[in-house]
Each structure stands twice: as C-alpha cells, then as structure tokens.
C-alpha cells in the first residue's frame, strides 16, 4: 500500500483546465479556488507550444489531470 493517493479532477473540471491551457491561458483550480495551476511541461516562452503529454497540477489541493496536447489543434487557429 505504497502507493501514493492521487486525487482527480471532475471531468468538468478537467475539461475546462484543457480547453483554458490550449488556449495559452493559465487557470485557478476549479475545485478549491488556489492557483495558479501549475503546468508540466513549463509553458515555452515564445514559440509554437510543443506537442506531448502536458500535466496540471493545483499545487493547493494537489488534484492532476493530464492530456495529449496535438500541434493540430494550434495549427487551425
Ligand atoms: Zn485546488
């Protein structure tokens, strides 16, 4: 039972966290209202934003959620 407890965020929750952070924006929790949430990888500076697994993480109530960032999705803005 060493497994660490990881907490989730509602899937509404999570999705409004994807669509804020594709959008290059950064959010305040959802679920208790912290911030800001922390992004893993950092966001690049300046630059297309590289395509990959992408973590948020509130720091304040310690719930993840991750997703598959695509470059697709920035190429059609
Ligand atoms: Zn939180």
Redesign the pocket.
């Given at each position: 039972m060493s497994r660490r407890h990881v907490k989730e965020f509602r899937p509404d929750e999570a999705l409004s966290l994807i669509i804020a952070d594709r959008e290059g924006k950064s959010m305040r929790?959802p679920?208790?209202?912290?911030?800001p949430?922390l992004r893993t990888p950092c966001r690049p500076g300046e630059g297309p934003s590289v395509a990959g697994r992408v973590s948020l993480e509130?720091p304040?109530?310690?719930?993840l959620v991750a997703y598959i960032d695509r470059t697709e999705a920035t190429a059609i803005r």
């Amino acid at each position: 039972m060493s497994r660490r407890h990881v907490k989730e965020f509602r899937p509404d929750e999570a999705l409004s966290l994807i669509i804020a952070d594709r959008e290059g924006k950064s959010m305040r929790c959802p679920s208790c209202g912290g911030g800001p949430v922390l992004r893993t990888p950092c966001r690049p500076g300046e630059g297309p934003s590289v395509a990959g697994r992408v973590s948020l993480e509130c720091p304040a109530c310690g719930r993840l959620v991750a997703y598959i960032d695509r470059t697709e999705a920035t190429a059609i803005r």
